[in-house]
């Protein structure tokens, strides 16, 4: 058989391997790298360099070998995740993909624009500007300045649960709700005065464009911008001393006593995402604790709420050496969970669960109390289901900002984390709070209006 001559002659795996790849025979490779965790490597570096790359990457996964042994084949993954992004029109996504391994790639994502969408489509035209490639695709035209916030993207409006005129009406009051919802009182200043000078017939537009569909007329969605852009300040979080990267015995049993000590709780995960399904499974690597907590006054006044975060560095405290932080963080995580007094709040969490416990098996032991899922609560009060309930529409419809998600697709096990990871983490993590308090509020209107509708009747 094949296996038995290309042994015969005595020729270095390397070139039995290419032998085979260029007869096809790659059953035969196969069986030859089987055994032996450098042929595996060969054989993979073998279709990389015949320009199988597809079975490179998916063999690359199956095996459990290092990408970046495999500059070709990772160079091809990205390229077609890139494409992918793009055909999409994922520009948050595609920008943080690009800001993470290199931006270089921008060039092929413009290219691929063009050939997808054309010269001309605001998609092209925002991602050229965004990269600073104007110069280079001169063909393509320059974007207006208003350009990226005046395009609604696909399914946000028809997408709200909630009618459009009624959250049109909201924005309007802004800045006058930002109180009531436990926000800073400015933070929703500006994009609210913005939208009051709209007027209603924006919210006449819209609501028009819902009872359409969604292929109704998108430039008319254009009447109302996007909302800017959530940012920590709009939710009191200052990011240099409200958020603490944790990863020390000493420094988890202090934020221990600090969660343990809130009244309610915001939690989220990330781990490496995954842009194939060939690729391994990533581990968790940082679990995010929001935070609210009550502040007294030295002066004796009223207490102040006090927003902050925990990123616990699952990451580091798995590392040989780290046992001891390991079990504080599964203490700190139990302790949470079973906590009748500190309400937790998730959103759609249940893949975060599966890697908690995978990463902390102990905790699949432990009861779990208190624990809102906002995704479905949200679902079952509008009675509208979850599908198509993101983060970023709730955060749209009740804090009248939207969520960047472009940091969500960057290596989360690199270390040391960037700051723009750090702010997403706890921004992610510590939203859920505010958008909670807005929705409990959002519901105590609409009960009270029903009550009076009663009444009326």
């Known amino acids: ?92 996504m595609l920008t943080g993909f690009l800001d993470d391994i290199d931006p270089a790639l921008g060039y092929e994502a413009c290219e691929f624009a063009i050939e997808i969408h054309g010269h001309n489509h605001p998609f092209t035209v925002d991602l050229v500007a965004s990269l600073n490639l104007n110069s280079v695709f001169q063909a393509v035209p320059a974007a207006q300045a208003q350009a990226p916030a005046a395009r609604a993207p696909r399914g946000w409006i028809n997408g709200m649960p909630s009618a459009p005129d009624a959250w049109a009406a909201e924005a309007r009051t802004a800045p006058g709700n930002a109180t009531q919802l436990g926000l800073p009182r400015a933070s929703m200043g500006d994009w609210g005065q913005q939208q009051q000078q709209a007027g209603g017939a924006q919210a006449r537009a819209l609501t028009t464009q819902s009872d359409a569909g969604a292929g109704a007329g998108e430039d008319s969605a254009q009447a109302l911008a996007r909302p800017p852009p959530l940012s920590p300040a709009d939710i009191g979080l200052r990011i240099d001393e409200d958020v603490v990267v944790v990863s020390s015995v000493k420094d988890l049993r202090r934020a221990m006593v600090r969660v343990l000590g809130a009244k309610v709780v915001g939690l989220d995960c990330e781990w490496r995402p995954r842009f194939s399904k060939n690729e391994p499974h990533s ?175």
């Open 1 to 92: 058989g094949g296996r038995r001559s290309a042994r015969a002659v005595g020729l270095p795996t390397a070139e039995v391997f290419d032998r085979l790849v260029e007869q096809r025979r790659l059953q035969y490779a196969e069986q030859l790298a089987a055994d032996s965790a450098v042929r595996r490597a060969e054989y993979v570096s073998s279709l990389e360099k015949h320009g199988q790359w597809r079975m490179a990457i998916k063999l690359i996964g199956e095996y459990e070998l290092d990408v970046d042994d495999f500059p070709r084949a990772q160079y091809l993954q990205r390229r077609n995740i890139i494409k992918a992004f793009v055909g999409k029109e994922a520009e948050d």
């Open 283 to 457: 581990p968790l690597a940082l679990i995010q604790i929001g935070y609210e907590i009550q502040e007294p006054d030295a002066t004796g006044g009223p207490a102040t709420a006090r927003m902050g975060a925990y990123l616990l560095d699952v990451k580091a405290v798995m590392e040989p050496g780290a046992e001891k932080a390991r079990q504080v963080c599964s203490d700190l995580l139990r302790d949470l969970f079973a906590s009748k007094r500190v309400l937790k709040l998730g959103f759609d969490p249940t893949e975060d669960m599966k890697k908690m416990h995978k990463a902390f098996p102990e905790l699949k032991r432990s009861p779990i109390y208190n624990f809102l899922d906002l995704r479905d609560e949200a679902g079952h009060v509008l009675d509208r289901g979850t599908h198509g309930l993101s983060l970023g529409r709730m955060s749209e419809l009740y804090l009248f900002r939207s969520i960047k998600k472009g940091t969500r697709m960057t290596n989360w096990d690199r270390r040391p984390l960037k700051s723009s990871q750090v702010e997403y983490a706890a921004v992610d993590a510590a939203c859920l709070i505010p958008i909670y308090n807005a929705f409990q509020t959002h519901l105590a209107k609409e009960e009270a209006r029903k009550m009076a509708e009663e009444a009326e009747a």
